[in-house]
């Protein structure tokens, strides 16, 4: 029994708090042995791995077939990924002999069949593409009937761009007006710094109404694609006068001491919807004494609606491509006069005199023919952006703090008609219209082609209008809150042709309430009266003189400089002229 071997039990070293070996145990025997600790909470995915990252076989799985089979065997080693290769076995023998052998069957032939009908040399109406002695090529799609030939894949590049719109440049706008060197900049204001501005207004004060009103057509309700009108030739002019030629601001001005700012409802809606804006655009500063004019320029901006100026890739500037109908200017003046036209065809059951003459057709008397009348209704309107503590009652002069200033500004306003129909309440509208150019070219957005979706997917129409002229509607949206309108008509009017610019049909129309119309593009009146008083109480610090307000074209930004008193003064004339050289042409027809 002696000559029996012993056996003697290892100290066994207990580890209560995780794998492997305990502090305690004597590492002497484990050097230069890599070692990652583990968690007893950790799962261990696989215990051993035979196959590597370069195997073959490993390749062909994930390349081909092996998608599902990536999700279990596809995943890298999860523990010891970063140690040393200590474990690592170092095969001695060379084993690039080694092949696996694959028991899939062999890829099929692809076979020539004759073709039995049709030309021999072209690939006929859903047929495939033929190769020499009129042999066709079973899994190549060719001619008209292509999947992905022609008709497919132009209808995909034609709507996301293609492979070949990632390479191109991105759309470059360029500034409304050129500054020169004798413009000083006084400030850049960045759109991020307007995004939490608020204000209220609690006081508006009614001027009185000037001028004319067409009553609706309540005929064009049941216009449709199915049902559509055209829109008539019109010779009606509707003046946009800036605020400091305006005879019933300057007799304001004259009369009324308190009030110390004169603008445009055009004005004051860009300021508001300045930070949904994209395209550049600019306005005047007036500063005499202590009046504050907010001007546009003549022929600017302002005077012509843009068309797609928030799509991907808008339309293209007048420099970019001069002639074409479809640039950037030449759709500003074809909108531009379609508004005009559509206003004057849906207001034709009759007209309505306000209670004051138009002030811009005190000139002119019925004999003089050549004489152009403005058959425009306005609306003037005094609102206040005094500073008022919290609490405080609009009403109630005295409890106004009395080192306080008082603000109030005078805003020219428009009414495009109203509703009579029956016991029902008048309304008054503000009318304007959307407009197709060619859902083919270049800067339309993506759009549907209203005369076939119009009817049948609304919805789908009006989000993509929403998104490519979110600036444009939203400057409606503010115009029309401003002069009080209890409605929105905004039509959808196509070209007749897409090659032809003077002929247009109307295929429908959509109403809104202008907060209604605001909240879908996720602004509110608050917001924009929170510009308008930053910016106004800027300018009413500035001294003497002649300003200008414009947004940087390619950054969200809005720059004020100070520019010479005669500036502008004798471009007008030019600018109106070069602004859309097609503009007055086409308002004649």
């Known amino acids: 029994m002696s000559d029996l071997p012993s056996f003697t039990l290892p100290t066994v070293f207990d580890n209560p708090k995780g794998w492997g070996p305990s502090t305690s145990q004597p590492t002497i025997n484990y050097k230069d042995i890599p070692y990652v600790p583990f968690s007893k909470g950790d799962k261990v995915n696989r215990v051993a791995n035979w196959f590597t990252s370069t195997d073959g076989r490993d390749q062909r799985d994930g390349g081909r077939g092996g998608r599902g089979k ?25 084993e690039k002999s080694f092949s696996v052998v694959d028991n899939r069957g062999a890829a099929l032939k692809k076979i020539g069949v004759r073709a039995v009908h049709g030309d021999r040399t072209r690939g006929g109406r859903g047929g495939a593409a033929r190769g020499p002695g009129g042999m066709q090529r079973l899994g190549h799609a060719g001619g008209r009937g292509g999947k992905f030939a022609g008709g497919g894949g132009g209808g995909f590049r034609r709507r996301y761009g293609g492979w070949r719109d990632f390479g191109r440049d991105q759309h470059r706008r360029f500034a409304s007006v050129k500054p020169t060197e004798d413009w000083e900049l006084i400030q850049e204001i960045e759109f991020s710094r307007m995004a939490d501005l608020s204000f209220s207004i609690r006081h508006v004060k009614e001027m009185g109404m000037y ?44 009369s009324n001491s308190d009030i110390k700012v004169f603008a445009t409802d055009a004005v004051i809606a860009m300021l508001m919807a300045s930070t949904v804006s994209f ?4 306005i005047v500063i007036n500063r005499v004494g202590d009046k504050l004019f907010l001007d546009k320029r003549d022929g600017g901006p302002l005077d012509f609606p843009s068309v797609n100026e928030n799509a991907t890739e808008p339309p293209p ?51 003089d023919a050549d004489k152009s009348v403005d058959d425009n209704a306005y609306r003037y309107r005094v609102f206040d952006l005094s500073a008022r503590p919290d609490g405080s009652d609009d009403e109630d002069e005295a409890s106004a703090d009395s080192s306080t200033e008082r603000c109030f500004m005078a805003v020219r306003t428009e ?86 610019r003077t002929r247009h049909g ?8 202008p907060s209604d119309l605001l909240a879908q593009h996720k602004l509110n009146e608050f917001k924009g009266w929170g510009i308008v008083k930053a910016i106004v109480d800027m ?14 074209p390619n950054r969200s930004v809005i720059c004020m400089y100070s520019v010479p008193p005669g500036t502008f003064e004798n471009d007008d004339n030019d600018d109106a002229s070069t602004a859309a050289p097609a503009a007055d042409d086409a308002s004649e027809l």
Request: charged share 25%; aromatic share 8%.
């Open 539 to 552: 300018c009413l610090q500035l001294d003497e003189g002649r300003y200008v307000i414009m947004r940087d």
């Open 279 to 282: 395209s550049a655009w600019d």
């Open 70 to 94: 990536q999700g279990r065997d596809g995943v890298q080693q999860t523990y010891g990924s970063n140690a040393a290769s200590a474990f690592v076995y170092q095969a001695e023998e060379d």
């Open 415 to 500: 009414i495009d008609g109203i509703t009579m129909s029956g016991t029902q309440k008048q309304k008054q509208l503000f009318i304007r219209a959307l407009t197709q150019h060619d859902i083919n070219a270049t800067g339309a957005g993506d759009a549907l082609d209203w005369r076939t979706k119009l009817d049948t997917q609304r919805a789908a129409v009006i989000a993509i209008e929403n998104k490519n002229n979110s600036s444009k509607i939203a400057r409606w949206a503010f115009q029309a809150l401003l002069a009080d309108a209890d409605q929105m008509r905004i039509g959808f009017v196509s070209r007749a042709t897409p090659r032809d």
């Open 317 to 367: 500037e007048a420099g970019d491509k001069a002639g074409s109908i479809n640039s950037a200017t030449m759709l500003a003046a074809e909108s531009r006069d379609i508004i005009r036209k559509y206003i004057k065809q849906i207001t034709s059951k009759g007209t309505v005199d306000l209670e004051h003459a138009n002030p811009f057709n005190e000139d002119s008397s019925e004999s």
């Open 211 to 254: 001028g004319k009103v067409g009553v609706y057509d309540h005929l064009y309700d049941r216009v449709n694609t199915r049902l559509e009108r055209p829109l008539k030739a019109s010779n009606t002019v509707r003046y946009n006068v800036t605020a400091s030629e305006d005879p019933v601001l300057a007799k304001i001005a004259s």
């Open 506 to 513: 109307i295929l429908g129309f959509q109403s809104y309430t």
